[in-house]
């Protein structure tokens, strides 16, 4: 599901319905049942056989979805927050710095929503394994049954455990760490402990205040570790829009030019309360140029990302 | 359950490096066995004695090309105390020691008669405003003249960060400029998993092709197609792949792109030299090679379509998009906006896409230490930019 795609939807399948990127669903396909939003109701046993990326029709032809395969960046989107989530630029550089790929073992706490696990698991799979560790029981009850309906209990274990009070219960194994704690400097022991000796360790530290990030770098510092950067990364959304640019001369010729601009999009789509007319059939073609500008608000904040290195004994 | 790779992660003989001197300033090298490796006015060392030693520890090179650990000091325990600026002035003759006595003690640390410790201390001793100095700005002085006579380097594994990390900053144009998030990025759109099969168009030099081609496994390919007869994926070459893993890359020249096969024909002549044997076995493999690349190619429906091109990103996307199946993304990267705005456009419009999105990443990396912790006062400008899109399944209409 998850870490494999398939090319079409059978009875039991997690898919994604898309209606607008901000409007998208997780529901697992069952024969027998309907979904429903304003578009209509879409009979699941009508999914069963369309290709991933299908569009299909609501039972009364009101309206149409959208079936997309599950991916971890999808899921990032429309998983339910338990806690605040890890967002899809954090989980993406901290994914090649800790140089994640199949086959390596990794160790995370806590599993919070399981945003980033799910994103983990995707990227070590298939023969690598994740160890994730909730101290919330109902969280890490919540996490592990959606790891086992998505598939994902071969890559990922999920245990309730207070991995501060704790450590993780296990030695010398992991590739790489992923700490998402309040206070990371107190588990930075038990990170040492779970790393393995023989290669490189790498560890990262997820958190939203400067202080926090202190605090860490030199429990870090004096627990052997070494090379510590902290780094913090933004993905900004650029809009796009075709803009009327006509020549001065029409001014001066006396013209009135309408400076509505046009979103660059499809066709409308119907029951789609959006008030925008269509310019084209009412006016002459007018000059137009794409633009593209930020967007007017951005995130300026997700947390500050900390990474250091356990390095290995030297070979004398 | 057990770890995959029990075996320690040692240095390889004939393994590619990157050296980090302490000037920051970086270089790739290969420690090919019995070589010496030169590092400018850092000096030399023998490849032989890196070779069979782990990474992430600083070497020292010592008088002979040998080298030794160097421990590298932790956080300092520098603090706030009455010390200021207020009276200290530049001027150059606070330093007591003259030019000529500098370059003396330079020359005898390169030779390694003199320590970088001894020459540092010389430094401090002979410098009338050090004792007035913060002890931030002490520490900062020690620092600059560490990295500056020290003979250390540090080396580090070629992974794709790393590689990424070090051409962006050598040479940002080999690899049209993109950046390590920007990069991490494109993977994750691209959903690269193990055994994904992607179709991709690199003129970056096959950083991104490593990039991906490290993230799958068994039964996982890569397809690209490439200007000439053969690719320039000179990043590849830094990467130590394992032979299992360049087999999973296969390429294809953009001038075959609609090359009708025909049967290889090609005879032996009578009495055949050993050399005409083995000409014609080597053209058979690749006439079947080119084959088989174009039925996967023609049979489409790959997991995704990575693009990074120097050609008309519109004109690549309508090329390629017939062989990428539904619910599979698209994803291109350029370093600049005004290249991808058309094929946004066009992609937005077209009704086989959804969530059509450019993107742009900011990253800034912070100094960490006790009592100065600040970003660090230069940062990249840009990383580059991608655009992405869900691609819909044949069947819509």
């Given at each position: 599901?998850?870490?494999?795609?398939?090319?079409?939807?059978?009875?039991?399948?997690?898919?994604?319905?898309?209606?607008?990127?901000?409007?998208?669903?997780?529901?697992?396909?069952?024969?027998?049942?309907?979904?429903?939003?304003?578009?209509?109701?879409?009979?699941?046993?009508?999914?069963?056989?369309?290709?991933?990326?299908?569009?299909?029709?609501?039972?009364?032809?009101?309206?149409?979805?959208?079936?997309?395969?599950?991916?971890?960046?999808?899921?990032?989107?429309?998983?339910?927050?338990?806690?605040?989530?890890?967002?899809?630029?954090?989980?993406?550089?901290?994914?090649?710095?800790?140089?994640?790929?199949?086959?390596?073992?990794?160790?995370?706490?806590?599993?919070?929503?399981?945003?980033?696990?799910?994103?983990?698991?995707?990227?070590?799979?298939?023969?690598?394994?994740?160890?994730?560790?909730?101290?919330?029981?109902i969280r890490a009850a919540t996490a592990k049954k959606e790891f086992e309906e998505h598939g994902l209990s071969n890559i990922v274990t999920i245990e309730n455990r207070d991995v501060i009070a704790n450590g993780f219960g296990k030695f010398n194994i992991a590739d790489a760490v992923f700490l998402d704690l309040p206070a990371p400097w107190d588990a930075v022991a038990a990170a040492k402990e779970v790393l393995r000796k023989d290669t490189i360790g790498r560890i990262c530290c997820f958190s939203p205040c400067i202080e926090q990030v202190q605090a860490t770098a030199l429990a870090l510092d004096e627990h052997g570790f070494s090379e510590i950067r902290m780094f913090e990364c933004l993905a900004k959304d650029c809009e796009v829009r075709a803009v009327p640019f006509p020549d001065i001369a029409e001014a001066i010729n006396g013209k009135k030019i309408s400076f509505k601009q046009s979103i660059v999009d499809r066709k409308k789509r119907k029951l789609d309360n959006d008030s925008m007319n269509d310019v084209d059939d009412e006016e002459p073609k007018i000059i137009e140029r794409i633009i593209s500008k930020p967007a007017d608000v951005t995130r300026g904040h997700t947390s500050y990302l900390t990474f250091a290195i356990l390095a290995p004994d030297i070979v004398e | 359950m057990e770890p995959m790779q029990l075996e320690p992660r040692l240095i390889n003989?004939?393994?590619?490096?990157?050296?980090?001197?302490?000037?920051?300033?970086?270089?790739?090298?290969?420690?090919?066995?019995?070589?010496?490796?030169?590092?400018?006015?850092?000096?030399?060392?023998?490849?032989d004695s890196l070779i069979g030693n782990t990474f992430g520890h600083t070497f020292e090179i010592e008088k002979g090309g040998t080298i030794k650990p160097h421990k590298q000091a932790g956080f300092d325990n520098a603090d706030i105390t009455e010390a200021n600026n207020k009276e200290i002035v530049d001027d150059p003759k606070s330093q007591k020691l003259s030019f000529e006595e500098i370059e003396k003690l330079k020359t005898k640390s390169l030779a390694g008669d003199v320590s970088a410790q001894e020459i540092i201390a010389s430094l401090t001793e002979n410098n009338e405003s050090f004792a007035r100095k913060t002890e931030f700005s002490k520490s900062k002085y020690i620092k600059r003249k560490q990295n500056k006579f020290m003979k250390c380097f540090f080396p580090l594994e070629t992974t794709v960060y790393n590689l990424c990390d070090f051409f962006f900053e050598a040479n940002p144009q080999k690899i049209r400029g993109i950046r390590t998030d920007t990069l991490s990025q494109l993977l994750g759109l691209a959903n690269v998993y193990s055994n994904a099969r992607i179709l991709a168009v690199d003129d970056g030099q096959g950083l991104i092709v490593g990039a991906a081609l490290s993230r799958l496994d068994v039964g996982g390919q890569v397809l690209s197609l490439h200007d000439g007869d053969v690719?320039?994926?000179?990043?590849?070459?830094?990467?130590?792949?394992?032979?299992?893993?360049?087999?999973?890359?296969?390429?294809?020249?953009?001038?075959?792109?609609?090359?009708?096969?025909?049967?290889?024909?090609?005879?032996?002549?009578?009495?055949?030299?050993?050399?005409?044997?083995?000409?014609?076995?080597?053209?058979?493999?690749?006439?079947?090679?080119?084959?088989?690349?174009?039925?996967?190619?023609?049979?489409?429906?790959?997991?995704?379509?990575?693009?990074?091109?120097?050609?008309?990103?519109?004109?690549?996307?309508?090329?390629?998009?017939?062989?990428?199946?539904?619910?599979?993304?698209?994803?291109?990267?350029?370093?600049?906006?005004?290249?991808?705005?058309?094929?946004?456009?066009?992609?937005?419009?077209?009704?086989?896409?959804?969530?059509?999105?450019?993107?742009?990443?900011?990253?800034?990396?912070?100094?960490?230490?006790?009592?100065?912790?600040?970003?660090?006062?230069?940062?990249?400008?840009?990383?580059?930019?991608?655009?992405?899109a869900i691609h819909l399944a044949s069947d819509i209409k």
């Open positions: 599901m998850f870490h494999q795609y398939k090319r079409v939807i059978e009875d039991g399948d997690l898919v994604i319905v898309y209606v607008t990127p901000d409007a998208m669903r997780p529901i697992f396909v069952k024969s027998g049942e309907i979904f429903n939003n304003r578009f209509g109701s879409f009979r699941h046993s009508d999914m069963i056989g369309l290709e991933y990326g299908s569009k299909i029709e609501s039972h009364d032809g009101r309206g149409y979805v959208y079936l997309l395969h599950p991916t971890p960046a999808l899921w990032t989107q429309v998983v339910p927050h338990r806690t605040q989530i890890l967002y899809f630029a954090d989980i993406s550089f901290i994914s090649l710095h800790l140089d994640l790929r199949p086959g390596k073992v990794m160790v995370e706490s806590g599993t919070g929503s399981g945003s980033f696990s799910h994103s983990i698991a995707r990227t070590i799979a298939p023969t690598g394994h994740l160890f994730t560790f909730e101290y919330h029981e | 003989g004939g393994e590619y490096v990157v050296i980090r001197m302490p000037s920051t300033n970086s270089k790739i090298v290969c420690l090919k066995a019995g070589s010496t490796v030169s590092l400018g006015k850092f000096g030399s060392f023998k490849a690719h320039n994926y000179d990043v590849l070459r830094y990467m130590n792949l394992p032979t299992e893993t360049k087999d999973r890359l296969h390429t294809l020249p953009w001038s075959k792109f609609h090359h009708k096969m025909d049967a290889f024909s090609e005879e032996l002549p009578e009495n055949p030299t050993q050399d005409d044997i083995n000409g014609r076995e080597r053209r058979l493999r690749g006439h079947t090679k080119l084959s088989q690349n174009l039925d996967n190619l023609r049979s489409g429906n790959f997991d995704a379509l990575v693009v990074s091109t120097n050609y008309n990103p519109l004109s690549v996307i309508k090329q390629l998009i017939p062989c990428l199946g539904g619910s599979r993304m698209l994803v291109v990267y350029d370093q600049s906006k005004e290249a991808l705005l058309e094929s946004f456009a066009w992609l937005r419009e077209s009704q086989r896409f959804l969530n059509v999105q450019l993107t742009e990443s900011w990253l800034r990396e912070y100094q960490v230490l006790p009592k100065r912790t600040h970003p660090l006062m230069t940062m990249s400008g840009g990383g580059g930019f991608l655009l992405s």
